[in-house]
T-cell receptor, first 115, second 112 residues
Framework: EAGVVQSPRYKIIEKKQPVAFWCNPI?????LYWYLQNLGQGPELLIR????????DSQLPKDRFSAERLKGVDSTLKIQPAELGDSAVYLC?????????????FGPGTRLTVL | GQQLNQSPQSMFIQEGEDVSMNCTSS?????WLWYKQDPGEGPVLLIA?????ELTSNGRLTAQFGITRKDSFLNISASIPSDVGIYFC????????????FGKGITLSVRP
């Protein structure tokens, strides 16, 4: 079974430029998460989707960040415009979802560097 | 945002030694998890604990869910070089709130 796929793996941009990250969850997983991981820190949740609905986006900085999961499968996270402080690893995770809490599987992440 | 407490930031051990890491929180969780992250990769689940007091093993790894539901420990026995990596604890309330709250991680180095 294929794991969570993320692309690109690395991205270098100049500040004020837009950037987008893509995630394809494990097949059949209804719940999708985007996490932000700063250097030397653990991941922190940005947004959680149940199918195509964003059910927890309280930690997403909505002035510059947006996300979508239009058909309830793959998802895109966008930053516009990027700032120096956005340099970090952006992790996507997925789980089966439903009423019982289940295991979250992480992708390899996209490492963003903003110059 | 809230993070769990893990210390020290780094640990250095000799191959073959046992090592123990603990994780504490000011609030309770209903599920405790331990993840390992290798460079350039996402975290991989090692052990999940679902019940206060639960002791669970996975090969050379043993973890316990603290009775107060505010702490957990992970023990690695007979360490080997491939145990090198960053170990994160994570807490989860569960049910409608499946968000994981992570610690800052402990970087483990194993000297051959």
């Amino acid at each position: 079974e294929a794991g969570v796929v993320q692309s690109p793996r690395y991205k270098i941009i100049e500040k004020k430029q837009p950037v987008a990250f893509w995630c394809n969850p494990i097949s059949g997983h209804n719940t999708l998460y985007w996490y932000l991981q700063n250097l030397g820190q653990g991941p922190e949740l940005l947004i959680r989707y149940e199918n195509e609905e964003a059910v927890d986006d309280s930690q997403l900085p909505k002035d510059r960040f947006s996300a979508e999961r239009l058909k309830g499968v793959d998802s895109t996270l966008k930053i516009q415009p990027a700032e120096l402080g956005d340099s970090a690893v952006y992790l996507c995770a997925s789980s089966r979802g439903g009423p019982i809490t289940d295991t979250q599987y992480f992708g390899p992440g996209t490492r963003l560097t903003v110059l | 945002g809230q993070q769990l407490n893990q210390s020290p930031q780094s640990m250095f051990i000799q191959e073959g030694e046992d090592v123990s890491m603990n994780c504490t929180s000011s609030s309770i969780f209903n599920t405790w998890l331990w993840y390992k992250q290798d460079p350039g990769e996402g975290p991989v689940l090692l052990i999940a604990l679902y019940k206060a007091g639960e002791l669970t093993s996975n090969g050379r790894l043993t973890a316990q869910f603290g009775i107060t539901r505010k702490d957990s420990f992970l023990n690695i026995s007979a360490s080997i070089p491939s145990d090198v990596g960053i170990y994160f604890c994570a807490g989860q309330l569960g049910g409608a709130n499946s968000k994981l709250t992570f610690g800052k991680g402990i970087t483990l180095s194993v000297r051959p």
